[in-house]
């Protein structure tokens, strides 16, 4: 096959990955993206010729360009090194399965390798502090809740191995037929992958359309101040920031009013833990409350906390310019009621480039370079473990702050602490109008159906909105607008299995890819020694 033809399946693979990825893509075209890719791994394989590696790295170059783009509104270099980097592990991950297939059965047969491999890839990808997990394959059916009703039991991973399974069940039908040269043979593989697309979707409908809210009513106010986050959240004081949202949640709050919702970047005040009290913001905010028997305010803040004498420095600890001491900053969620104890959360899951440097061998030279999203930069203090609020009735609520939400089984750990009700609290306005913030509300409707929780969603320059338990996005606001919506949502304390087991589907792919792994090794080493 000529070096042409190659290069144009695997720009097709990349093409078709693209083409199927929300806002407007056509998902089903997620089901034949890797067959290209596909087929240059088997004549690669079959003519023992090189560049697998990087035939399927342009394909995910392609893939990460057309998808992520927007990542350039925020820094070029940054995005640069985002395509490179993303695209280049997981052209590793098809390398290794390429090269497992060979050791393991002289590329006669094994794709069934690369389904193990992909998952426990895209797991690893969530755990570490170069994650960029947009991409994962389960993500592309978030516009698509009717279809996904099942991720309660399995979470994106479920999507993910959906993805996977038919791509190589195709892949094996096409290249029966093309060897064939005609059907004979194949009526049962595509009969097998009709039933494979039809019954998830059937059975998801079926769920969809049948289901019904649970849990306790209650009503909840979102503000989106929508306050420019490169400009004019700096030239604003921070208590006419807050008012702006002050006044637009006025009207819709009542005595009936369980929570008011403001976006990550509310208030700009520099507060210092060590004294809550004195901070301006949080007390007016406090005397707001106080009007009010149940009434809870959820918001977004930076914080501050001192390095106490003797305590261990992490890579996130910053030094003071004028005095040998140092301080941690946070990106920090607060929930502020009548009890007058301000409840705090720091945001755990920190976007790669813009709150979290690598610190760790080769990597480390990039700690100097971040990417400004029009916040405080460069790496954060962070909480270890995910925290719960709890309202003067004991219920309990899981706060996300922006990239928190893309992370199902980080979630599912809040649910499993008490959470009823999810608030995701974002400062989405450094995209710009484009695919990034929509892309980003998607996925709320992915954590809705694995967790059955309403998703309430403030973000700063839009777009706010309601979640329901089927995953339907109401109420949706206006992009760069000011807006306020209010919704009686459903407050549960049911657990779906996923939320009680998490990403298991991953962790039994990270346990068999390791020990396929140790196998192939151990055959491509015996195979040659043996030619020897």
Same mark, same amino acid.
Request: aromatic share 14%.
């Given at each position: 096959?000529?070096?042409?033809?190659?290069?144009?399946?695997?720009?097709?693979?990349?093409?078709?990955?693209?083409?199927?990825?929300?806002?407007?893509?056509?998902?089903?075209?997620?089901?034949?993206?890797?067959?290209?890719?596909?087929?240059?791994?088997?004549?690669?394989?079959?003519?023992?010729?090189?560049?697998?590696?990087?035939?399927?790295?342009?394909?995910?170059?392609?893939?990460?360009?057309?998808?992520?783009?927007?990542?350039?509104?925020?820094?070029?270099?940054?995005?640069?090194?985002?395509?490179?980097?993303?695209?280049?592990?997981?052209?590793?991950?098809?390398?290794?399965?390429?090269?497992?297939?060979?050791?393991?059965?002289?590329?006669?047969?094994?794709?069934? +390798?690369?389904?193990?491999?992909?998952?426990?890839?895209?797991?690893?990808?969530?755990?570490?502090?170069?994650?960029?997990?947009?991409?994962?394959?389960?993500?592309?059916?978030?516009?698509?809740?009717?279809?996904?009703?099942?991720?309660?039991?399995?979470?994106?991973?479920?999507?993910?191995?959906?993805?996977?399974?038919?791509?190589?069940?195709?892949?094996?039908?096409?290249?029966?037929?093309?060897?064939?040269?005609?059907?004979?043979?194949?009526?049962?593989?595509?009969?097998?992958?009709?039933?494979?697309?039809?019954?998830?979707?059937?059975?998801?409908?079926?769920?969809?359309?049948?289901?019904?809210?649970?849990?306790?009513?209650?009503?909840?106010?979102?503000?989106?101040?929508?306050?420019?986050?490169?400009?004019?959240?700096?030239?604003?004081?921070?208590?006419? +920031?807050?008012?702006?949202?002050?006044?637009?949640?006025?009207?819709?709050?009542?005595?009936?009013?369980?929570?008011?919702?403001?976006?990550?970047?509310?208030?700009?005040?520099?507060?210092?833990?060590?004294?809550?009290?004195?901070?301006?913001? +949080?007390?007016?905010?406090?005397?707001?409350?106080?009007?009010?028997?149940?009434?809870?305010?959820?918001?977004?803040?930076?914080?501050?906390?001192?390095?106490?004498?003797?305590?261990?420095?992490?890579?996130?600890?910053?030094?003071?310019?004028?005095?040998?001491?140092?301080?941690?900053?946070?990106?920090?969620?607060?929930?502020?009621?009548?009890?007058?104890?301000?409840?705090?959360?720091?945001?755990?899951?920190?976007?790669?480039?813009?709150?979290?440097?690598?610190?760790?061998?080769?990597?480390?030279?990039?700690?100097?370079?971040?990417?400004?999203?029009?916040?405080?930069?460069?790496?954060?203090?962070?909480?270890?473990?995910?925290?719960?609020?709890?309202?003067?009735?004991?219920?309990?609520?899981?706060?996300?702050?922006?990239?928190?939400?893309?992370?199902?089984?980080?979630?599912?750990?809040?649910?499993?602490?008490?959470?009823?009700?999810?608030?995701?609290?974002?400062?989405?306005?450094?995209?710009?109008?484009?695919?990034?913030?929509?892309?980003?509300?998607?996925?709320?409707?992915?954590?809705? +159906?694995?967790?059955?929780?309403?998703?309430?969603?403030?973000?700063?320059?839009?777009?706010?909105?309601?979640?329901?338990?089927?995953?339907?996005?109401?109420?949706?606001?206006?992009?760069?607008?000011?807006?306020?919506?209010?919704?009686?949502?459903?407050?549960?304390?049911?657990?779906?299995?996923?939320?009680?087991?998490?990403?298991?589907?991953?962790?039994?792919?990270?346990?068999?890819?390791?020990?396929?792994?140790?196998?192939?090794?151990?055959?491509?080493?015996?195979?040659?020694?043996?030619?020897?």
């Amino acid at each position: 096959m000529k070096t042409k033809y190659l290069i144009s399946l695997s720009v097709l693979s990349g093409v078709l990955l693209a083409a199927s990825w929300p806002e407007n893509g056509f998902t089903l075209l997620v089901f034949v993206a890797l067959v290209p890719l596909l087929f240059i791994q088997k004549y690669i394989g079959n003519s023992n010729k090189k560049g697998m590696f990087l035939y399927s790295w342009l394909a995910f170059v392609i893939w990460n360009v057309l998808t992520t783009w927007w990542i350039w509104n925020s820094t070029s270099a940054g995005s640069v090194a985002a395509f490179v980097l993303n695209a280049m592990f997981t052209a590793i991950v098809f390398q290794l399965f390429h090269l497992s297939k060979k050791w393991f059965y002289d590329n006669k047969k094994g794709n069934w +390798i690369l389904m193990f491999y992909w998952i426990s890839w895209e797991y690893l990808h969530l755990n570490w502090d170069l994650s960029w997990s947009w991409l994962n394959l389960g993500n592309v059916f978030a516009g698509k809740p009717q279809w996904i009703q099942w991720y309660e039991y399995t979470g994106t991973f479920g999507g993910g191995l959906w993805v996977l399974v038919l791509n190589i069940l195709i892949f094996s039908v096409l290249d029966r037929v093309i060897e064939q040269k005609n059907l004979k043979g194949s009526y049962l593989g595509i009969v097998t992958a009709v039933l494979l697309i039809l019954v998830p979707i059937s059975y998801s409908l079926y769920v969809y359309n049948n289901y019904e809210e649970k849990g306790k009513s209650m009503d909840v106010v979102v503000v989106q101040p929508n306050i420019d986050p490169y400009h004019e959240q700096y030239t604003l004081s921070p208590d006419s +920031i807050l008012n702006r949202s002050l006044y637009l949640a006025k009207p819709l709050i009542d005595e009936n009013t369980r929570y008011v919702v403001l976006p990550e970047s509310a208030l700009q005040e520099d507060i210092w833990e060590g004294t809550l009290t004195n901070s301006k913001t +949080i007390n007016k905010i406090y005397d707001y409350v106080k009007q009010y028997d149940k009434l809870n305010f959820v918001t977004g803040a930076t914080t501050y906390s001192m390095v106490k004498y003797g305590e261990h420095l992490t890579n996130a600890a910053r030094k003071f310019s004028n005095i040998d001491k140092y301080y941690y900053a946070y990106n920090t969620a607060l929930l502020i009621n009548k009890s007058g104890v301000v409840q705090v959360h720091h945001k755990s899951k920190l976007v790669p480039g813009v709150e979290i440097m690598p610190s760790w061998g080769i990597l480390k030279p990039l700690e100097k370079i971040t990417i400004d999203l029009g916040g405080t930069t460069g790496t954060l203090g962070r909480d270890k473990e995910p925290l719960v609020f709890l309202d003067l009735d004991s219920i309990g609520s899981s706060p996300l702050i922006c990239y928190e939400s893309i992370y199902g089984e980080f979630v599912g750990k809040t649910i499993k602490r008490g959470g009823q009700i999810i608030f995701v609290i974002t400062n989405d306005g450094w995209w710009g109008n484009t695919p990034g913030y929509r892309q980003h509300l998607l996925f709320s409707s992915l954590r809705a +159906i694995e967790t059955r929780r309403w998703v309430v969603r403030s973000a700063n320059t839009g777009t706010s909105a309601f979640v329901n338990q089927r995953g339907d996005i109401l109420q949706q606001t206006e992009y760069w607008k000011p807006a306020v919506i209010k919704q009686t949502v459903k407050a549960d304390d049911k657990l779906t299995y996923y939320v009680k087991n998490g990403d298991y589907l991953a962790n039994i792919s990270a346990y068999i890819s390791a020990l396929v792994f140790l196998i192939a090794i151990t055959q491509g080493f015996l195979k040659k020694k043996k030619r020897l």
